[in-house]
């Protein structure tokens, strides 16, 4: 976690990191990152490049310091110190940073920066700790504590498989057979009083949390299983946008969808082959078991549907081919009509979300094609376009005259370091998202 100090109100600094234009100077080599000052370091950076100050960031996180005061030659703006401190976040250390306040207020900063990297951390649990009943749980308390201290109101509704509602969520039951863990979809209803409950959904936000994915009997190489702890990341995130426009006075009748599950190899698992049918006649005929996201977000667009939700956003883990298409920094956007929401547009620009459009069309539905069901739950044939696909598999379970938005969150994790963030999990959509809750 972050505590954030003014430089003015410290009686002493133990390490001053001063962010200076221009290169370094003999006898250091002139591309280095930084040299040693006689009270901490300097760092080099060029505040014409985009993301300088993230830049800047990861070559202090590299030093090891977590405590230190840091001069900018462009002094921070809101944004840019939020971001600054994103980067510096490893899920391991606290930091201590001193910056010039320069009328930022700090203690908001501080509690933004704080709220959304509990989410990283949450997304980064491992699925022995976070079972999927567990994460609904965890993220829905975290919730009920911010909006009860703004006398809001929220309720968790949660069907396991012990609830009678159980067996109308096709999806999460054939995707969680193989577990010992009960899948389940955890509802969790926002208003900001308990009159406004009583209102229509003004949105439904529908998230993908499988809490660990092998893939089932599409089993993945190890390489890919290795990271998939954080399979659940789309829903934690959203649970983190909602909690971060709650604790700004959110003003709107909201309802999450947390599709959980693990997606686990039993004799008992979903197969290839088997065919599953959708409480809206929709038959879906299993093709790759390691496309289980697609199953489970189809139960949460259902409910939502019948539950006469103004407008729907959902957001999943879903493709690899998302992350081939865009890589991990920008996370992918896909509407009907595709063109984005002028307002979801405006406040993902706004918070400096780094994103891009993909194409989605009817004839995408071709490439789901079956023989013996409606639809497979997976692209096949050549050339498949692997997340229009999968959103045009996720098109038909939702209101066609809803506004409609789905988010495959390419850029949710990084296994690697980049120049502008630690590996981990991102938090990437969070603050656009919570953003556009309350626009």
């Known amino acids: 976690m972050f505590k954030l100090q003014s430089i003015d109100s410290l009686s002493s600094v133990n390490v001053v990191i001063n962010l200076k ?28 490049e985009p993301r300088w100050y993230q830049k800047s960031a990861r070559v202090i996180a590299n030093l090891n310091i977590y405590n230190f005061s840091v001069i900018s030659v462009a002094p921070f703006k809101s944004l840019e110190l939020y971001y600054f401190l994103m980067a510096l976040h490893d899920g391991k250390h606290d930091y201590y940073v001193a910056v010039e ?8 900063i501080e509690n933004r920066v704080n709220l959304v990297c509990t989410y990283r951390e949450i997304a980064d649990l491992d699925s022995k700790n976070i079972t999927p009943v567990k994460l609904v749980k965890t993220v829905y308390e975290l919730i009920r504590k911010t909006a009860s201290s703004n006398s809001a109101y929220t309720k968790l509704t949660l069907i396991d ?9 096709a999806g999460l039951k054939a995707v969680g057979l193989a577990s010992d863990n009960s899948p389940c979809l955890g509802i969790i209803d926002y208003a900001p009083n308990e009159q406004a409950a009583n209102s229509q959904v ?3 936000l529908v998230g993908k949390g499988i809490t660990f994915d092998t893939g089932g009997y599409s089993l993945k190489p190890d390489k890919y299983m290795e990271t998939m702890r954080t399979d659940k990341t789309a829903a934690v995130y959203l649970a983190g946008a909602l909690h971060l426009a709650i604790s700004k006075g959110l003003n709107k009748h909201v309802r999450l969808y947390l599709c959980c599950s693990e997606n686990m190899v039993s004799g008992k698992g979903m197969l290839p082959g088997d065919i599953i049918e959708y409480p809206n006649g929709i038959k879906v005929e299993i093709n790759n078991t390691d496309a289980e996201g697609r199953l489970v977000l189809a139960d949460g667009l259902i409910r939502a549907k019948n539950d006469g939700a103004l407008e729907i956003l959902d957001m999943a883990t879903l493709t690899g081919a998302a992350k081939v298409a865009v890589g991990r920094d920008l996370f992918c956007v896909l509407t009907p009509n595709n063109k ?16 891009w459009q993909l194409p989605m069309f009817k004839e995408h539905k071709r490439f789901l094609s079956s023989r013996r069901a409606d639809i497979t739950n997976s692209g096949h ?41 630690g590996a981990g999990p991102t938090g990437s959509a969070i603050l656009g998202i919570a953003a556009y809750l309350r626009a």
């Open 161 to 169: 498989n012990t609830s009678d509602e159980f067996d109308t969520l």
């Open 381 to 421: 044939g050549d050339s498949v376009p692997g997340a229009s696909a999968a959103a045009a598999f996720l098109r038909e379970f939702v209101d066609k005259t809803v506004p409609w938005t789905h988010i495959d969150l390419s850029s949710a994790y990084l296994p690697d370091a980049t120049p502008y963030l």
């Open 101 to 108: 306040k320069n009328n930022l207020d700090l203690s908001e």
């Open 340 to 355: 984005m929401n002028v307002k979801m547009q405006e406040a993902f620009d706004a918070t400096k979300e780094m994103y």
């Open 202 to 204: 003004d949105i439904a």
């Open 21 to 48: 234009e221009g290169k370094a100077q003999a006898p250091f080599e002139e591309d280095a990152k930084f040299t040693p000052s006689e009270n901490g370091y300097t760092v080099y950076v060029d505040t014409k």
